[in-house]
């Protein structure tokens, strides 16, 4: 799937109304798409309100890491995150940018959360997501290989290699992100099946 942008600026969103006024926009503040779950930018929102229980619908991009050893690099969460900080999560995962697509998102976010550029991205699924504050339009892709790693501290407490068997005696304990253990549980034999 690839975003489809309107052929000029999308409206901001949530579009204001009688009880609430339009979103006010702070000066270098990060802009999302705001997207129908074909792809299609039907909005722009300030990143704040994506995730500030607005519930509408933004694209990010995930990237799991699996080695010739069949493990899964995974990242521990930074306590600075706004969202489930601490916790273990997919090795990348970001959000898309206005006016980015899902690839140059999926490389931005790779380069700056691990330091890594070079990779073949193979595209596993896109689906919907929703948690308690937001909704996501998530693109799922994986990487083969055993890649130096250079994780950011913004971005990423710390990072290391996982086997199927250990995550799987970790599900349900709180030690991963609830967006994570869904992907894991629909995704795993279709990773290891990419060995």
Do not use: C
Request: glycine share 8%.
């Amino acid at each position: 799937m690839e975003l489809v942008y309107p052929p000029s600026l999308a409206p901001l969103m949530p579009r204001p109304n009688v009880d609430r006024p339009a979103p006010e926009i702070l000066p270098g503040e990060e802009m999302l798409p705001v997207v129908e779950p074909t792809g299609m930018v039907i909005g722009r929102t300030p990143r704040r309100l994506a995730h500030g229980g607005s519930m509408l619908l933004h694209p990010v991009v995930h990237l799991h890491i699996i080695d010739r050893f069949g493990r899964l690099y995974l990242q521990k969460r930074a306590m600075t995150k706004d969202l489930l900080p601490g916790f273990w999560d997919t090795a990348v995962g970001g959000h898309v940018g206005y006016g980015e697509y899902i690839r140059e998102a999926l490389f931005r976010e790779t380069s700056e959360e691990l330091g890594l550029t070079r990779f073949n991205p193979i595209p596993l699924k896109t689906y919907v997501w929703a948690g308690e504050k937001e909704r996501e339009l998530v693109s799922v892709f994986a990487a083969v290989g055993h890649f130096e790693l250079k994780p950011d501290p913004a971005e990423v407490s710390e990072g290391r290699w996982w086997d199927m068997k250990e995550i799987r005696n970790h599900l349900g304990k709180s030690v991963f992100t609830p967006n994570f253990e869904g992907e894991f549980v629909q995704l795993r034999k279709m990773l290891e099946s990419l060995l």
